[in-house]
Structures are given as structure tokens and as C-alpha cells.
């Protein structure tokens, strides 16, 4: 019988049972009942630190009998630095830099207070250290009217980016647009939030309406399911740092 149009493709089934982690001139290795693992375009795998290589096979040993390719977030990144960053590495650094430009963080509420008040204490002490420690001076907005940020600050984010390796450059991308901040993405990147904390940041607006109208549940699965990817990309960086 064949499928309907709408019927959904079937999942790659696992083809392997053993997972581990070699070390060879290249880098660090992901292998598959003691094959290397490939890039989708057929590239050998590799990753700079043995960190960045057990997090992608923990991924690989976790799967079941399908292959959960969407849950793989740490593979889709290794991956995309191996074969997209490269090529197109002005281009990722500017859509950084976007983000910076109509960044979530600066864009507080004019109402009620109380919302007013938690931005604040949430954004406020990222900001300032943004602005000291990398000299990015973000103008602060009250309501949704976009507001030009300095290009001084915006060609500084863009640079940061550039000056990272493939695979920081690919987590940041991630990370700018998981959260709608290069500010938060940033602040991963260099450590001075987890992942989960900056996740909460970034949605300290939508924490605001549940504890006044309730917790939808599809949003809920929604929201575990990004706090997941936020540790993910916590973990990631500081696989990196470990190179």
C-alpha cells in the first residue's frame, strides 16, 4: 500500500549498537560499532575536544530504535560547523549582529510595574556587562517601537563573532537565535550565565502572564524542550573551552 500524501516519511531506524569515542591527528571521533561517524555530506567527523566528541555520542547511544534526529541538537551543530561555518562565516556573523540590533533584552515594558521591575532586575546586570567586559553599549527601549543601536556596537558584535572558531561560531548562532538575544547568546558563550539561566531570562515576560493567567501545557512542553536545547548549548561551550 502505498502512503498517503500527508503521511509522514519513516524515521531512519538504528543501525548500530556500540558508540564511542576515538583520537586520531584530526581531531576526536564519533564511532559507530568502531566506524567513524560522517558528516551528511559525507565529511569525516570530527571534533576539537574529546568534551565536544562524548557529548555527540551520548546523543548516538541514546537513541532507540529509530533515530530521533531532531533531539540531536549537539550533532546538528558539530555538523553544521563542519560543513556550513566556514563558507558562510560573514554571513552567520551578521545575522549576530541582527539580533543585537532589535535585541530582546533592551526592549523593556512600559506596564505594569511589576513586569517593569523583574526586566530590570533580569536584563539590567547583563547589559552592564556586556558594556564593560566587551564594550558593547546596547540603547535601552520602553515598549515595542524599535530603537537604532549604535553601529559602533552592532560591527563589535559582528567582529566577536568572526573572531571565533567554526564550532563557537556555530553555538553562538544557535544560541542568539534559541534565546532572540546576541546579548544572552554572548553571555553564554563567555560564561557568565548557564544556558538554562539566560533561557529564563529570555522568557521572563512569558513567566510574567503564567503566574498571572496559568501555565498552557502545550507551551509548557514548548518551553522544557528549549530549556533542554539552552543546556545543551551550555555544555557545548564549555566542551570548547576544553580544545
Known amino acids: 500500500m502505498r502512503k498517503g500524501f500527508h503521511e509522514p516519511a519513516e524515521k531512519p531506524r538504528r543501525f548500530y549498537k556500540d558508540v564511542s569515542v576515538g583520537e586520531d591527528a584530526a581531531g576526536f571521533a564519533v564511532l559507530l560499532d568502531g566506524r567513524a561517524l560522517r558528516t551528511p555530506k559525507g565529511q569525516p567527523f570530527r571534533a576539537p575536544s574529546r568534551e565536544i566528541a562524548e557529548q555527540v555520542a551520548e546523543e548516538w547511544a541514546a537513541q532507540g530504535e529509530t533515530l530521533e534526529l531532531a533531539t540531536m541538537h549537539a550533532t546538528r551543530l558539530a555538523n553544521t560547523a563542519l560543513e556550513s561555518i566556514s563558507q558562510n562565516r560573514e554571513a552567520v556573523a551578521g545575522q549576530v549582529a541582527q539580533y543585537a540590533a532589535s535585541d530582546l533584552v533592551c526592549y523593556f515594558a512600559e506596564g505594569p510595574e511589576a513586569l517593569v521591575s523583574r526586566q530590570v532586575a533580569a536584563w539590567g546586570p547583563v547589559l552592564e556587562r556586556a558594556q564593560a567586559e566587551e564594550g558593547l553599549s546596547f540603547v535601552r527601549a520602553a515598549g515595542i517601537v524599535h530603537r537604532e543601536q549604535p553601529s559602533e556596537t552592532l560591527e563589535k558584535v559582528r567582529a566577536l563573532a568572526l573572531e571565533l572558531d567554526d564550532f563557537a561560531l556555530s553555538g553562538l548562532a544557535f544560541g542568539v537565535a534559541l534565546f ?42 514548548r518551553a522544557d524542550k528549549l530549556r533542554d536545547e539552552a543546556r545543551m548549548l551550555e555544555r557545548w561551550f564549555r566542551g570548547l573551552d576544553a580544545a
Open 180 to 221: 532572540g538575544s546576541a546579548v544572552l547568546g554572548i553571555a553564554v558563550l563567555r560564561g557568565w550565565l548557564g544556558g538554562e539561566a539566560a533561557f529564563e531570562l529570555s522568557r521572563v515576560d512569558e513567566a510574567f502572564q503564567e503566574e498571572k493567567w496559568g501555565v498552557d501545557a502545550e507551551a509548557a512542553e
